[in-house]
C-alpha cells in the first residue's frame, strides 16, 4: 500500500483550492463576455411585467385545454367497462395536476411584478448612494496641476 506524503498531499489540496478560486461562469467574464456585474446587467420593470404577463397567458391555455379535456371525459364515460374507470382515474389525476399548475402560475404573477419592483428600486437606491458618497468623497487637485 503507497501512501502520500502529507507534504504531497497538502500542496495538492492548495493547488486544487488555488484553481477553484479562479473558476468563474462564463456568463460572468469580466472580459465583456457578458455578466461580470457590469453595465450589461440592470433591471428592467418591463421584463418582469411580460414575464407575468406570459405566466397568465399560460393559465389560459390550461383553461382552455382543460375545458376540451372535461368535454372530451363525458363522451368517455361509459359504465361498467374497467377501461372506461381507468380512464376516469386518470382523467381526475390530470384534473387536479392541471388545476395546481393554473394556480401556481396564477400565484406566481404578483411576487413577478414585485420582484421587478423590487429589483428596479434596489438598483435606483444603490446608484443614488453611489452618487451621494461621490459628490461627497471628489478626488483632490492633482499638485502641479493636471
Same mark, same amino acid.
Given at each position: 500500500?503507497?501512501?502520500? $506524503?502529507?507534504?504531497?498531499?497538502?500542496?495538492?489540496?492548495?493547488?486544487?483550492?488555488?484553481?477553484?478560486? +479562479?473558476? %468563474?461562469?462564463?456568463? =460572468?467574464?469580466?472580459?465583456?463576455?457578458?455578466?461580470?456585474?457590469?453595465?450589461?446587467?440592470? $433591471?428592467?420593470? =418591463?421584463?418582469?411585467?411580460?414575464?407575468?404577463?406570459?405566466?397568465?397567458?399560460?393559465?389560459?391555455?390550461?383553461?382552455?385545454?382543460?375545458?376540451?379535456?372535461?368535454?372530451? +371525459?363525458?363522451?368517455?364515460?361509459? $359504465?361498467?367497462?374497467? $377501461?372506461?374507470?381507468?380512464?376516469?382515474?386518470?382523467?381526475?389525476?390530470?384534473?387536479?395536476?392541471?388545476?395546481?399548475?393554473?394556480?401556481?402560475?396564477?400565484?406566481?404573477?404578483?411576487?413577478?411584478?414585485?420582484?421587478?419592483?423590487?429589483?428596479?428600486?434596489?438598483?435606483?437606491?444603490?446608484?443614488?448612494?453611489?452618487? %451621494?458618497?461621490?459628490?461627497?468623497?471628489?478626488?483632490?487637485?492633482?499638485?502641479?496641476? %493636471?
Amino acid at each position: 500500500m503507497s501512501s502520500t $506524503s502529507f507534504d504531497a498531499e497538502w500542496a495538492g489540496l492548495k493547488e486544487g483550492t488555488a484553481a477553484a478560486t +479562479q473558476m %468563474r461562469l462564463a456568463s =460572468a467574464a469580466p472580459d465583456g463576455g457578458g455578466g461580470g456585474g457590469g453595465e450589461d446587467l440592470k $433591471s428592467d420593470q =418591463a421584463v418582469w411585467n411580460k414575464a407575468s404577463n406570459d405566466v397568465g397567458q399560460l393559465v389560459s391555455g390550461i383553461k382552455k385545454a382543460q375545458t376540451a379535456f372535461e368535454a372530451g +371525459q363525458k363522451d368517455a364515460a361509459v $359504465s361498467g367497462v374497467e $377501461s372506461a374507470a381507468a380512464q376516469s382515474e386518470l382523467y381526475q389525476s390530470w384534473k387536479t395536476y392541471l388545476d395546481g399548475l393554473a394556480g401556481k402560475c396564477s400565484a406566481l404573477q404578483g411576487p413577478m411584478v414585485q420582484a421587478g419592483k423590487g429589483q428596479v428600486a434596489n438598483d435606483e437606491a444603490l446608484s443614488a448612494d453611489f452618487t %451621494r458618497m461621490n459628490d461627497q468623497y471628489k478626488d483632490t487637485p492633482a499638485t502641479g496641476g %493636471r
